[in-house]
């Protein structure tokens, strides 16, 4: 399964809760043989000296709703063949954050993963 990982910052699990838990999802999703990417709205360099355990990409403008980083999206999702996307922007309303980009659409939002590995 490809996972896409969303989060604003590049994320160093010494530096909050949210980033702890996407540290450990990524590095368990990884163990149980899953391919699995993060999209970042900024990059951060004061986080670079951490070995982050996924490949990193960004948006290419900063705000996430600008019709750009949507197309941006939509690509980057079918290149990459995305089947699941963890959202852990906490500015983002549960119900509109990933949904709001196109290319989101027919993703599960919070699906849990039922390959054979996992189950």
Known sequence: MNILFIHPVMFHPQRGGIERVSDLLCREFIRRGHHVLCLHSVRDESRMDY???????????????????GLFFHSFLQEHRIDMVID???????????ARLPGAAGLTRSKMCRCDTCE
Do not use: G, H, L
């Open 88 to 98: 852990q922007d906490p500015q983002q309303s549960r119900s509109s954050s990933a």
């Open 51 to 69: 070995a982050y355990p996924a490949s990193s990409y960004f948006f290419p403008y900063q705000v996430r709703e600008v019709e750009k980083n």
